[in-house]
């Protein structure tokens, strides 16, 4: 089971990375989004980190 957790995290790394560092967020900061716009993606990441780590959890019982 360790594997499917690291395979979880891993892309969750990835996601992250692409939001983050790639060319696509010079294109959606020049985009006329609302001042809070740039905490969505923050918040999705903070999101699928809790999610995983409750599923995690879960499988440690």
Excluded: C, G
């Excluded at 790394?13 to 790639?22: E, P, T």
């Amino acid at each position: 089971m360790q594997s499917k957790r690291q395979d979880h995290t891993l892309l969750i790394l990835i996601a992250a990375v692409f939001l983050f560092v790639s060319p696509f967020t010079s294109w959606w900061s020049t985009l006329e989004f609302p001042w809070y716009a740039i905490f969505l993606p923050w918040s999705l990441v903070v999101a699928l980190v809790a999610v995983n780590q409750h599923w995690q959890n879960l499988d440690d019982d």
